[in-house]
């Protein structure tokens, strides 16, 4: 168990539809990262918060926004949904902010688009 | 450019040691990860390696580092059932903004046979 806990474990909805993932980082982390697990294009860096401030962005949709509250929680949006967003959603946990902090990771939300 | 690439699949004999392989093209890469992934489980954060060393051992895991050849292997001694799974290396990238990221490779399936 690494600490970073993520609700809902599964997630199906509907094309057109917009969904909330929610993740919790470990105890004492203050960023929070999260990555896109699909079959066509793997393991991908979505977006970094840290202590509530977004500092990194990665390929990222415009249709999926995140944000990070005051109690370091964090909430990935995804809206407009389409067929291709059917993924695992992963959210990581780190202390700091700059690489060489050890990243953890939750269990994922294997959200499927119908 | 960030490209990571591993084989796709290892098949190897319980008590025989395993090495799976990866190629980075990031030469200022300071983090080189790998991460362990059982079926619908997260990625499990297994070691790391400082891009200074040449090797890390932990355990029954060994990391070797080839910066010249951007070269990586983690090396698993006597092998057990329990290591089947998927194993990732990560290459690490600070970010524009002090943030960073984790830069996946494609994952290598390692199956253990009795």
């Known amino acids: 168990d690494s600490g970073v806990t993520q609700t809902p474990k599964h997630l199906i909805t509907a094309t057109g539809q917009r969904v909330t993932l929610r993740c919790s980082p470990r105890s004492g982390d203050l960023s929070v990262y999260w990555y896109q697990q699909s079959l066509d294009q793997g393991l991908q860096f979505l977006i970094q918060y840290y202590n509530g401030e977004e500092r990194a962005k990665g390929n990222i949709l415009e249709r999926f926004s995140a944000q990070q509250f005051p109690d370091l929680h964090s909430e990935l949006n995804l809206s407009s949904l389409e067929l291709g967003d059917s993924a695992l959603y992963f959210c990581?946990?780190?202390?700091?902010?700059?690489?060489?902090?050890?990243?953890?990771f939750g269990p994922g939300t294997r959200l499927t688009v119908t | 450019g960030e490209d990571v690439e591993q084989s796709l699949f290892l098949s190897v004999r319980e008590g025989d040691s395993s090495v799976i392989n990866c190629t980075y093209t990031d030469s200022s890469s300071t983090y080189l990860y790998w991460y362990k992934q059982e079926p619908g489980a997260g990625l499990q954060l297994l070691t790391y390696i400082f891009s200074n060393m040449d090797m890390k051992q932990d355990q029954r895991l060994t990391v070797l580092l080839n910066k010249k050849d951007k070269h990586l292997s983690l090396r698993i001694a006597d092998t057990q059932t329990g290591d089947s799974a998927i194993y990732f290396c990560?290459?690490?990238?600070?970010?524009?903004?002090?943030?960073?990221?984790?830069?996946f490779g494609t994952g290598t399936q390692l199956k253990v046979e009795l």
């Open positions: 990560a290459e690490s990238m600070g970010l524009t903004g002090g943030g960073n990221k984790l830069t």
């Open positions: 990581a946990s780190s202390v700091g902010l700059e690489e060489g902090y050890e990243q953890y």
